[in-house]
C-alpha cells in the first residue's frame, strides 16, 4: 500500500470510531447520566426514575414470544428466557437443577419422570400457575407441529398432574430428556 492510501485508510478509520464514539456518548439524549429519564420537551411530567427497571439490551426485535411459533431467532429465544421458566435448567457447571420443580424422580424403567412442583407460583398478571397448565403446555409443545420443542415432547407419552406434581411418561427411554427439558420453558401461552 503506498503511503498516501495508508494515510487516507488511517484518516478514515480515525473518522469512523470518532463518530462511533461520538454515537455512544452520555449526549443529549432522553436520559441523564444518573440513570433518570428527561421529560420530553414541550412536557411538564416528571422525571421518570429507572431505579427499580430492569432495561435489557438484544441485537434484534423480536417478532413474537410465542415459544411454540416457528423458527424461533435469537432475539426471541433471549426475550423468552426472560420471561419464561421451565421444570429445571442447566446449571453453570452442567449439572440439571430445579427452578419450578422442588425436586423429580425417574422410574427404574426410564419411562416416567415425576416431578414436584414449586407452590405458589404465579403468571404475570397474578393467576396461579396450576399443575395443568403444565399438562397443557407440555401437549402443546407435542401437538402443535411448528413449536420448536417439539423434539423434545414428541418423546412424551402422556402428560398427568396431581395438586403438587407433574408425571411425564414417555414413549421410550430417553437418557437426555431432563437436559432437553432444561433448554425448553413451556409456558401456558
Known amino acids: 500500500m503506498n503511503p498516501t492510501a495508508r494515510k487516507l485508510t488511517a484518516l478514515s478509520l480515525a473518522a469512523v470510531m470518532g463518530l462511533g464514539l461520538a454515537a455512544c456518548s452520555g449526549g443529549s439524549g432522553n436520559g441523564d447520566a444518573t440513570g433518570t429519564a ?3 420537551p414541550g412536557t411538564t411530567a416528571e422525571p421518570a426514575s429507572y431505579a427499580d427497571q430492569i432495561v435489557v439490551g438484544i ?3 423480536p417478532k413474537y414470544i410465542e415459544p411454540n411459533a416457528p423458527g424461533m431467532g435469537p432475539a426471541e429465544v433471549q426475550v423468552s ?7 429445571v435448567r442447566t446449571g453453570d457447571d452442567g449439572s440439571i ?4 420443580a422442588t425436586d423429580w424422580t425417574i422410574s427404574d424403567d426410564g419411562l416416567t419422570y415425576t416431578f414436584n412442583l414449586v407452590q405458589g407460583v404465579k403468571f404475570s398478571n397474578g393467576e396461579d400457575v396450576e399443575p395443568s397448565d403444565w ?4 401437549y402443546r409443545a407435542r401437538d402443535y407441529e411448528t413449536s420448536n420443542y417439539r423434539y423434545i415432547a414428541e418423546a412424551i407419552d402422556t402428560v398427568e398432574a396431581t395438586d403438587e406434581q407433574v408425571v411425564i411418561t414417555l414413549t421410550e427411554p430417553n437418557a437426555a430428556f431432563l437436559a432437553e427439558l432444561a433448554t425448553s420453558p413451556m409456558p401456558r401461552a
Open 38 to 40: 428527561s421529560p420530553t
Open 59 to 61: 441485537t434484534a426485535e
Open 81 to 87: 428466557q426472560q420471561i419464561f421458566e421451565g421444570l
Open 97 to 100: 437443577e430445579p427452578v419450578l
Open 135 to 138: 399438562v397443557w403446555s407440555f
